[in-house]
Every structure is written in structure tokens, then in C-alpha cells.
T-cell receptor, first 118, second 115 residues
């Protein structure tokens, strides 16, 4: 089974530009979550999509947005880039439902997209 | 509010020795899951182990075990027989049942295994 894939792996942008990152979940997974990882703030939850609907959202400005397609692939967009948006953006997929015994399915992470804003 | 605390920013352990990485959490929810992830320098997040709030037994996965003390709200990761490949960042994380796939991560512990 193929893992979570993210494209591109590396991006360099300048302030004010916008960027779109893509995530393809594991086959059969319907939930895709996005996280931002920086040395100063650590890992922070951006948003989660399940069956094309945003089910959860973190505390990020409206410049950060996302969507999910019918095949569960997801994209996130950052508009008007700022220097502080430089980070590793991680995508994670899961079945998005409780498993046996009430246990949550674990999330499987992609390799990440490293965004540098100059 | 959800919160995860990892009080050990960095740790060293001798190869083949056991090591415990601390994690405490705060939640008002009765149903939640606790996770540990490993992040090598390559950046990928690797799932290690899961503990549900209603699980009565501590979770184990190979060399990894989770010391779950619900009353103290702690979920420490124990790595037995450390290997050089265990050198990485380790994150404790939590997901509340009502928050679906929103996972809150701790600040992480950097583990270095010494030959």
C-alpha cells in the first residue's frame, strides 16, 4: 500500500506570493489533516478534511485555506506569504473514524513540504 | 484546553540501555487517545504507539511501551534496548474523541543514543 505523498517536497517563494501544496492520502483513507512545523512553535494543527468537508480548524489566519477532492486528495493554499510562513508542512491521513474498541485510527504522515519564504 | 507537556528537551542514552521519555497531558474529555511519534532528521513523522483512555493495559509495540497513568495524566514512552537508529525527536500527542482528527502535539524530546 502506498504511503501518504506530498508535492512538492521543497518550495522557495518570496513574500507576497501564494503557494499551493498537495497531499495524496493512503488509499481508502478519507481524512486528511495538515500541520505546520516550525522551530519556534513546534507542530501546530492547521485543519482537517473528511469527505470533502472541513471538520476541524486550528488557529491560523484566513490566508491559510484548504480543500479536499472527491478522491480524498487535499490541497492547502497560503496566500500573501510572510517570512514567518517558512516551515515544514506535514499532511497526515487516517480512516477518519473510530476503530475497534473505540480506539482512534492512527494518522500516517507524509514526508512533508519544506517551504522557504524569502 | 488541550495541552501536552514534555519536560525533557534533550536526552542521552547509552546504546542497549532503556530510556523513558516523559509526557503529561491535560484534557477535560473522558475519551481520548494518546500517541507517540518519532521524527528523524529526515523530517518524516513515524507512528510508534497508541493508548486509548479506556484501555486498562499499557500499550506495547516491540521495543516501545507506553506507561499510562490516567490519574496522573501521564503517558511516558519507554524504549528498551536503545539502538543508534533511535536517535530522533519524539513527540507525544493527544486526540480527543470529539475533535476527530485534530491532534495536539507536545514540544518534543530530542533523543541521542550514544555508542
Amino acid at each position: 500500500k502506498a504511503g501518504v505523498t506530498q508535492t512538492p517536497r521543497y518550495l522557495i517563494k518570496t513574500r507576497g506570493q501564494q503557494v499551493t501544496l498537495s497531499c495524496s492520502p493512503i488509499s481508502g483513507h478519507r481524512s486528511v489533516s495538515w500541520y505546520q512545523q516550525t522551530p519556534g512553535q513546534g507542530l501546530q494543527f492547521l485543519f482537517e478534511y473528511f469527505s470533502e468537508t472541513q471538520r476541524n480548524k486550528g488557529n491560523f489566519p484566513g490566508r491559510f485555506s484548504g480543500r479536499q477532492f472527491s478522491n480524498s486528495r487535499s490541497e492547502m493554499n497560503v496566500s500573501t506569504l510572510e517570512l514567518g510562513d517558512s516551515a515544514l508542512y506535514l499532511c497526515a491521513s487516517s480512516a477518519g473514524r473510530l476503530g475497534g474498541g473505540g480506539a482512534w485510527n492512527e494518522q500516517f504522515f507524509g514526508p512533508g513540504t519544506r517551504l522557504t519564504v524569502l | 484546553a488541550q495541552k501536552i507537556t514534555q519536560t525533557q528537551p534533550g536526552m542521552f542514552v547509552q546504546e542497549k540501555e532503556a530510556v523513558t521519555l516523559d509526557c503529561t497531558y491535560d484534557t477535560s474529555d473522558q475519551s481520548y487517545g494518546l500517541f507517540w511519534y518519532k521524527q528523524p532528521s529526515s523530517g518524516e513523522m513515524i507512528f510508534l504507539i497508541y493508548q486509548g483512555s479506556y484501555d486498562e493495559q499499557n500499550a506495547t509495540e516491540g521495543r516501545y511501551s507506553l506507561n499510562f497513568q490516567k490519574a496522573r495524566k501521564s503517558a511516558n514512552l519507554v524504549i528498551s534496548a536503545s539502538q543508534l537508529g533511535d536517535s530522533a525527536m519524539y513527540f507525544c500527542a493527544m486526540r480527543e474523541r470529539t475533535s476527530y482528527d485534530k491532534v495536539i502535539f507536545g514540544p518534543g524530546t530530542s533523543l541521542s543514543v550514544i555508542p
